[in-house]
């Protein structure tokens, strides 16, 4: 009787060692299954999100475009009548519509997103926001060495204007960035130095990008001429260009 006591005493022992176990393992499936969900929940949002905000920007753009291009038909009317305070006034009012048209866009965007349940997220409104300081203070006073404006304004008031709506957006909040912003003062080609890409391939150790891009391992390639922060040839002068389009969201249109 003793030892069957024992025996039955030591199987229910491994019973409750083994439902321990089982308690264990499905409190862990339990937590791995809740947060797998939790992640692509909120990958979707965020997916949800970024679309309707792109869809919202493209729209906009698309209906700035119409307007525009009706005004092309206005004025190609007042020119042929000679009517040319006219002509003059929709050309000014096309200038304006190439930035209100865009930040109108970038607005709905925000909106579209924060209605898919995106939040702001207070680095990209900082962002906006020290641009809109750059826009209003450096578009306005920089100059080429022989006194050119190297960022002319495409009517009067235009930097200040443009500021005053990216000031606006970054104060509402922006959840989700443009990715495709092309600022002013972002010079590409020409040299090693103005390419983002070669700051996003040190950035990220992406030494690829050195073969690929930056003349590999040949003589006269980067890797192999580079010898100190005296090798670089000298920057190219800043191209002076009639900017018409806004940063963000632009048209792409140019003036004829």
Same mark, same amino acid.
């Given at each position: 009787?003793?030892?069957?006591?024992?025996?039955?005493?030591?199987?229910?022992?491994?019973?409750?060692?083994?439902?321990?176990?089982?308690?264990?393992?499905?409190?862990?499936?339990?937590?791995?299954?809740?947060?797998?969900?939790?992640?692509?929940?909120?990958?979707?949002?965020?997916?949800?999100?970024?679309?309707?905000?792109?869809?919202?920007?493209?729209?906009?753009?698309?209906?700035?475009?119409?307007?525009?291009?009706?005004?092309?038909?206005?004025?190609?009317?007042?020119?042929?009548?000679?009517?040319?305070?006219?002509?003059?006034?929709?050309?000014?009012?096309?200038?304006?519509?190439?930035?209100?048209?865009?930040?109108?866009?970038?607005?709905?965007?925000?909106?579209?997103?924060?209605?898919?349940?995106?939040?702001?997220?207070?680095?990209?409104?900082?962002?906006?926001?020290?641009?809109?300081?750059?826009?209003?203070?450096?578009?306005?006073?920089?100059?080429?060495?022989?006194?050119?404006?190297?960022?002319?304004?495409?009517?009067?008031?235009?930097?200040?204007?443009?500021?005053?709506?990216?000031?606006?957006?970054?104060?509402?909040?922006?959840?989700?960035?443009?990715?495709?912003?092309?600022? %002013? =003062? +972002? $010079?590409?080609?020409?040299?090693? *130095?103005?390419? !983002?890409?070669?700051? @996003?391939? /040190?950035?990220?150790?992406?030494?690829?990008?050195?073969?690929?891009?930056?003349?590999?391992?040949?003589?006269?390639?980067?890797?192999?001429? %580079? =010898? +100190? $922060?005296?090798?670089?040839?000298? *920057?190219?002068? !800043?191209?002076?260009? @009639?900017? /018409?389009?806004?940063?963000?969201?632009?048209?792409?249109?140019?003036?004829?």
């Amino acid at each position: 009787m003793i030892l069957g006591s024992k025996k039955s005493g030591n199987r229910r022992g491994q019973v409750i060692i083994f439902l321990v176990l089982m308690l264990v393992i499905l409190f862990f499936v339990v937590i791995f299954n809740f947060d797998l969900h939790k992640i692509l929940y909120i990958k979707s949002l965020a997916q949800n999100a970024g679309d309707a905000s792109a869809l919202m920007a493209a729209r906009w753009q698309g209906i700035t475009l119409n307007l525009i291009g009706d005004l092309n038909i206005m004025q190609a009317l007042a020119l042929s009548q000679g009517d040319f305070v006219t002509a003059s006034a929709i050309t000014g009012c096309q200038a304006r519509l190439c930035f209100s048209g865009p930040m109108i866009a970038f607005m709905t965007a925000q909106i579209a997103a924060k209605n898919n349940r995106a939040y702001r997220n207070s680095d990209f409104d900082e962002i906006i926001r020290e641009h809109a300081w750059t826009v209003r203070n450096i578009y306005p006073a920089a100059t080429s060495p022989d006194g050119e404006m190297l960022f002319p304004e495409p009517y009067p008031g235009c930097w200040s204007e443009y500021a005053d709506m990216l000031d606006y957006i970054a104060t509402e909040g922006v959840a989700a960035a443009p990715d495709n912003a092309r600022f %002013y =003062t +972002d $010079y590409t080609g020409g040299h090693f *130095l103005l390419m !983002i890409d070669f700051y @996003e391939a /040190i950035a990220g150790k992406n030494w690829c990008w050195f073969y690929f891009h930056a003349g590999g391992i040949e003589p006269d390639g980067l890797l192999k001429s %580079y =010898t +100190d $922060y005296h090798w670089w040839p000298p *920057l190219p002068e !800043i191209p002076h260009h @009639e900017y /018409i389009n806004s940063e963000i969201f632009g048209l792409g249109l140019t003036k004829r």
